[in-house]
């Protein structure tokens, strides 16, 4: 079994920190889109047991998702994920999501402080965060998801336990928490905006890890926590090396041992009867690329993984050299400490290098 993911990168306004390839919604422009997705999946024909619909605002394509996936072969007990914008869930779109073989949904929460939702760009409020959720339960997608953002200016703990127990409360089963970059090219970068030091980002993602862990959150990757059970499968396939297709303007896959991507080009993709690629890596899934995958998960790399590529004896020695508040090494492998992924570049650049 392998992943699809395909990218819908339409967007009803672009988000200050988001460097994602998206463009302005367009009823035309997204009908157009999803036929050619559409194409593409056929093309493919290879049977699935995950989809994620990413973006973008991928629930911008709502009436469209029930047809993309009919063209898919998806096993019965796929995980089929999408994305929204909170604001977007409405009663209407739930029971759509759901009908149309939808059963989980990853909501662009971010936070429930209308100040840092505002910062943010964000286009919904606080309560339709909790609407959303009341609408995707009623109409039978408990398995919900919900991002939040910490790092930002003036953050504090009160601000992120409060987002963290309100998720809690409206019933969330899975969180990210990612840390905010100001990346290139996007209009955070070319505002003088002032975030918290490095020390003080740690502190707050560390305070984020014990909050999520007291709520029933536990962690099992860098920036994702979910209540035992409802890990997203999907991403998992990313981080243990597992093949999966990409399909649309931006999309990357990992298949038949090549890595490839699509180019960020909408329109390019639409004129196209088959998606054009360029890849990225023909030989992919060396020791550098295994090791820093699966050290981002809480389980780590095993000694016996690292022996696939001679190297378990160079692992144990690296890991050795590190402070053990950042790497626990056990009889069978390594894996990062909360403490220690904060830093996980650094550490993991040490560990396989």
């Known amino acids: 079994m392998i992943g699809l993911y395909i990218h819908i990168p339409f967007c009803l306004s672009k988000c200050p920190y988001c460097d994602f390839y998206s463009v302005q919604y367009s009823r035309r422009a997204a009908q157009e889109y999803a036929e050619a997705v559409i194409r593409n999946i056929r093309h493919y024909s290879k049977k699935y047991d995950t989809v994620y619909f990413g973006g973008g605002t991928p629930v911008l394509l709502y009436e469209y998702i029930g047809k993309i996936l009919k063209a898919a072969d998806i096993t019965g007990n796929a995980e089929v994920t999408v994305e929204a914008n909170p604001c977007a869930v409405t009663p209407d779109i739930a ?182 690629t360029s890849v990225t890596d023909e030989n992919p899934g060396g020791w550098e690329e295994y090791a820093m995958l699966k050290l981002r998960l809480t389980e780590g790399i095993t000694f016996d993984e690292a022996g696939r590529f001679g190297k378990a004896d160079e692992l144990r020695r690296n890991a050795a050299k590190l402070p053990p508040e950042l790497v626990n090494i056990t009889k069978n492998g390594v894996n990062l400490t909360a403490e220690g992924f904060p830093v996980s570049n650094a550490v993991i650049g040490r560990i396989i290098y």
């Open 95 to 276: 029971k759509r999501l759901a009908s149309a073989g939808v059963n989980r949904v990853s909501l662009g929460v971010q936070s429930m402080n209308r100040n840092e939702l505002s910062f943010l760009g964000r286009r919904h409020t606080p309560a339709q965060v909790q609407a959303a959720f009341t609408n995707l339960n009623a109409a039978g997608i408990g398995n919900i998801s919900a991002d939040m953002m910490i790092g930002l200016p003036g953050q504090n703990e009160s601000s992120i336990s409060g987002t963290a127990s309100a998720l809690k409360e409206y019933g969330a089963k899975h969180i990210s928490a990612y840390i905010l970059k100001i990346e290139e090219n996007t209009p955070f970068a070319r505002q003088d905006i002032s975030l918290p030091d490095d020390d003080r980002t740690a502190d707050l993602y560390l305070f984020t890890v014990r909050e999520l862990a007291g709520l029933g959150f536990a962690q099992y990757e860098v920036s994702n926590f979910s209540i035992p059970g409802y890990e997203c499968r999907h991403n998992l396939k990313y981080w243990r090396c597992k093949e999966y297709i990409g399909i649309g303007a931006a999309a990357h896959s990992y298949y038949k041992g090549r890595r490839f991507s699509v180019p960020p080009d909408i329109g390019a993709f639409t004129a196209s009867d088959i998606q054009q």
